[in-house]
């Protein structure tokens, strides 16, 4: 498999930044279990997507070539931001006295200040050129809502958002970013969507969850044919798309002559991870490198570490396809973290099934254990992180710290996936000693996973 792995095929514009999209697909050792149709339960095929994605989406998301070029189309937005900056963070090796190098890829220079655009402008762009005139999409924090809405805003696409109960009560400002982009954004569970109106009517649902917000944009985009809907993680173009991520720092630090022992990056669905080290696990499948690939999760919705790896839903409401993944249940509801874009029930088929394959590990972290890591990374890099990229700063400064006790050589990389700027009311709880952790009990795991769907493949 790895005799055809060649970093360097992929095409370089003039400005040093990728032209192509990197597919892991092309060079993994057994390939993934199929998602299924959820009524008759065999692989679904082109035809039951196309009332969701364009074409072009959906034959990235069955596609096995190995770069996949970027529209120049796309390239142009791209260049507005990209290539980001990758950091050494200096100040804050000095402040823990480690030894280890610790590197962190900036995604927060992006318009919406997290990674999604580099998937919401692909998307609005492919779905642009398939005739569609509007999107649905739901939104944990909001970063997923604002990047949508600002690359609809880009290629002249309406825009329908549902943000997750808990979170459209907390960030308003994320709400207002996303009606000045020019969108129209729900509080989920919503009436507007049959849905909605059904699951709001449990109070035990009161605060949304991704889950049902998926639902409530599934329903309104499949009712209407010029209606398209754009999800901003876990499937296989999404990932692809964030690949641009990885491919840069690779070059990045080619040219500062450094090579990552650890790579950590922190998983919601699993974008921004698998953004960064794909293109690294590329290369450690062609045994060039080796560094110890890691996920880092919210203790409180520990899909890798405490979830099972079965067919389940995407949705709350049992509308998309079967996914094998892990999976905490479509039905579990976790605690209103302040990482509301960790929050959600599964993971990544593709991330799933690397960790299957003993590619990657996991852990999980304790938000206050994040937010302490938070503080003293603003405090010496200068940057306050979304609270999502906390749980791997909070890894790496674990790393970093067993570093100057063992002496070991340690080069960390990590994505710093978003900044904090419209989070600070999670820092207030901080600074003000109200955060708490929050329980992650095994009798909510198990009510939630005795509603898994029963599949028996033919
Ligand atoms: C959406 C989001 C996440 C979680 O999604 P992934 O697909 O796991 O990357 C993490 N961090 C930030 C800043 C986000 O906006």
Redesign the pocket.
């Known amino acids: 498999m790895s005799d055809t792995v060649n970093q360097h095929k992929y095409v370089l514009s003039e400005d040093q930044m990728p032209t192509a999209w990197y597919n892991i697909l092309a060079d993994l050792p057994v390939p993934p279990p199929p998602p299924l149709h959820p009524g008759r339960m065999d692989p679904v095929g082109p035809d039951d997507l196309m009332p969701l994605f364009p074409i072009d989406l959906i034959m990235q998301e069955v596609s096995t070539e190995r770069y996949i070029d970027i529209p120049g189309g796309v390239l142009d937005v791209y260049r507005q931001w990209r290539p980001s900056p990758l950091f050494r963070a200096h100040r804050l090796e000095q402040a823990l006295g480690t030894p280890a190098r610790i590197y962190y890829k900036y995604e927060g220079v992006s318009p919406a200040g997290?990674?999604?655009p580099n998937t919401s402008v692909p998307q609005a762009y492919y779905n642009k050129k398939a005739g569609t005139t509007k999107l649905t999409t739901e939104t944990?924090?909001g970063?997923?809502g604002t990047a949508l809405a600002f690359a609809c805003a880009l290629y002249g696409l309406d825009c329908e958002v549902w943000q997750v109960g808990a979170s459209y009560d907390t960030k308003p400002y994320r709400r207002l970013m996303i009606e000045t982009f020019g969108a129209t954004i729900h509080r989920s569970p919503s009436n507007v969507t049959d849905i909605g109106t059904i699951l709001g009517a449990d109070p035990k649902n009161h605060s949304g969850s991704l889950g049902i917000a998926i639902s409530e944009a599934v329903e309104v985009a499949a009712k209407d044919p010029n209606t398209r809907y754009a999800l901003?993680?876990?499937l296989n173009h999404v990932l692809l798309h964030q690949t641009i991520i990885g491919q840069e720092a690779l070059l990045q630090l080619e040219m500062a002559g450094d090579t990552p022992t650890l790579i950590v990056g922190?998983?919601?669905?699993?974008?921004?991870?698998a953004g960064l080290s794909f293109p690294f696990i590329r290369e450690k499948m062609a045994g060039k490198i080796n560094p110890r690939i890691l996920a880092a999760e919210p203790a409180s919705c520990p899909s890798l570490t405490k979830g099972v790896y079965a067919y389940d839903f995407g949705d709350t409401a049992g509308m998309t396809p079967l996914m094998k993944m892990h999976t905490l249940g479509h039905d579990f509801i976790p605690d209103p973290i302040h990482a509301g874009?960790?929050r959600y029930h599964g993971m990544a088929p593709l991330i799933s099934h690397l960790y299957e394959l003993g590619i990657m590990d996991a852990e999980s972290v304790p938000q206050t254990e994040c937010f302490a890591a938070a503080m003293q990374f603003a405090r010496t890099e200068g940057i306050v992180p979304?609270p999502?990229?906390t749980h791997a700063i909070a890894l790496a400064i674990r790393e970093a710290l067993k570093a100057k006790e063992t002496g070991e050589e340690t080069v960390i990389l990590t994505a710093l996936?978003?900044h904090g700027h419209f989070d600070l009311a999670a820092y207030e709880s901080f600074l003000n000693g109200t955060m708490v952790d929050e329980d992650f009990t095994e009798e909510r795991l198990q009510a939630a996973l005795a509603t898994l769907p029963e599949v028996q493949l033919a």
Do not use: D
């Open positions: 997290s990674h999604k944990g924090a970063q997923w901003g993680s876990v922190c998983t919601g669905g699993g974008s921004n991870f874009g960790l979304a999502e990229p996936c978003g």
